[in-house]
């Protein structure tokens, strides 16, 4: 997990200073006509090794992505951590710092419950996950090889939130999800709320079929989460010992404003659509 100062990737060998020479080259050929891809080495090594430097497999995983953003660009945030500071500040997203589950996957915790419904659009909270993915994978490329762990926290989830989990935008927000460069995604549902079962059957009716057998659905059964991560990671409200210091999470994050801001160029295609 990034710390204040960015991590030091691990060495790399020839074939994969070749693959990254490959994939740099198949994108200026073939994906000319989309604007601002970035091919910066510690950029395209995210796509690499969540594919195993298969630099077949990373292209079709770059040119996916960045088709799905002309698809839907309201989707994907253009603004960097700085701009939507008081976003952040709600902590409805982090990325817990030095925490994984039991197969190494870095966890990621989504506090449903955090979001004031009445102000807030399902496209920026998405944005949150823009700016945490990116600080992440940005500092540790190679983690895109073990994938990530979403935490999905319903507690106090009340049928408000009815007018954000429609089909159609359950479906938009997992083909995203299921886009950005992790070898594999882990989500574990906890918590429970009044109106959590009834939005749960739309969530897995739309989840993609290679996560869906990666969703687990906890509800407030702590033991069962704690299967997969150990408690040490967890939050206390999850059955852990784990409390974060949003402050310092935050410093670390800003401190690489620019650096996030750069890489979000890639997100301003076309704005209209």
Not at 15 to 39: F, G, P, V, Y
Not at 123 to 146: A, M, R, T, V
Not at 192 to 197: A, D, E, G, I, Q
Not at 220 to 236: G, R, Y
């Amino acid at each position: 997990m990034p710390s204040n100062s960015k991590k030091e990737i691990p060495p790399l060998t020839e074939d994969q200073q070749h693959a990254i020479k490959s994939l740099r080259k198949r994108i200026e050929d073939e994906l000319n006509h989309i604007k601002n891809i970035n091919t910066k080495d510690t950029y395209l090594l995210r796509f690499l090794y969540c594919t195993d430097f298969n630099t077949e497999l990373g292209f079709k995983k770059i040119k996916d992505y960045y088709e799905n953003i002309l698809a839907y660009p309201k989707w994907y945030s253009t603004d960097p951590p700085i701009k939507i500071k008081p976003l952040i500040d709600k902590n409805i997203s982090v990325m817990v710092p030095a925490s994984v589950d039991k197969d190494d996957r870095q966890i990621y915790l989504f506090k449903v419950g955090n979001v004031d419904i009445q102000n807030i659009s399902i496209q920026e909270i998405s944005f949150l996950d823009d700016i945490w993915f990116e600080y992440l994978l940005e500092n540790e490329p190679h983690l895109s090889g073990k994938g990530i762990c979403i935490i999905v926290d319903f507690e106090y989830v009340t049928w408000k939130f009815a007018k954000w989990f429609n089909y159609r935008n359950v479906k938009i927000g997992f083909k995203k999800l299921a886009l950005v460069p992790f070898k594999e995604i882990k989500i574990h549902f906890v918590n429970n709320s009044k109106s959590m079962k009834y939005f749960l059957k739309l969530i897995v009716s739309c989840v993609p079929e290679d996560i869906k057998k990666q969703v687990h659905f906890h509800f407030s059964d702590q033991e069962t989460l704690a299967k997969h991560i150990d408690k040490d990671f967890l939050l206390p409200e999850h059955g852990g010992y784990n409390k974060l210091n949003y402050t310092r999470i935050y410093k670390s994050l800003f401190e690489i404003n620019d650096i996030i801001a750069s890489n979000l160029n890639m997100n301003k295609n076309d704005r209209n659509s």
